[in-house]
């Protein structure tokens, strides 16, 4: 097994055995993605990337036909949303920004 490595100063993806986790509480100044009703799940997609689920939420990193976003799943509700379509370089800040508490 994986050693649990965590970090103190936030801002960083703490990396543990069970996956990287989105913060809880975002930063004061942290901005509101919009999220949509999750559309169906289709063949094209690809799952490049997912959080740690045992906090009861699973964020994806989703690309689909040369576009990304970001899907949001709560486990307890079923409840699917998603980001906009961005491209890559976009997608992968936002992704980036949302295990940093930047975004939320
Ligand atoms: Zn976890």
Do not use: N
Not at 49 to 64: D, K, L, N, P, T
Not at 73 to 88: A, F, K, N, P, Y
């Amino acid at each position: 097994m994986e050693a649990l490595t965590r970090t103190g100063s936030r801002g960083k993806a703490m990396t543990s055995y069970h996956g990287p986790h989105v913060p809880t509480r975002p930063e004061p100044d942290a901005k509101a993605l919009t999220w949509r009703p999750g559309l169906r799940w289709t063949d094209r997609e690809r799952v490049r990337a997912h959080s740690c689920s045992c906090r009861g939420v699973v964020y994806e990193f989703v690309g689909a036909a040369g576009q990304y976003f970001i899907r949001r799943t709560t486990l307890q509700t079923g409840v699917i949303e998603e980001t906009d379509r961005m491209r890559s370089l976009r997608a992968e800040q936002t992704w980036a920004d949302l295990f940093a508490g930047r975004v939320y």
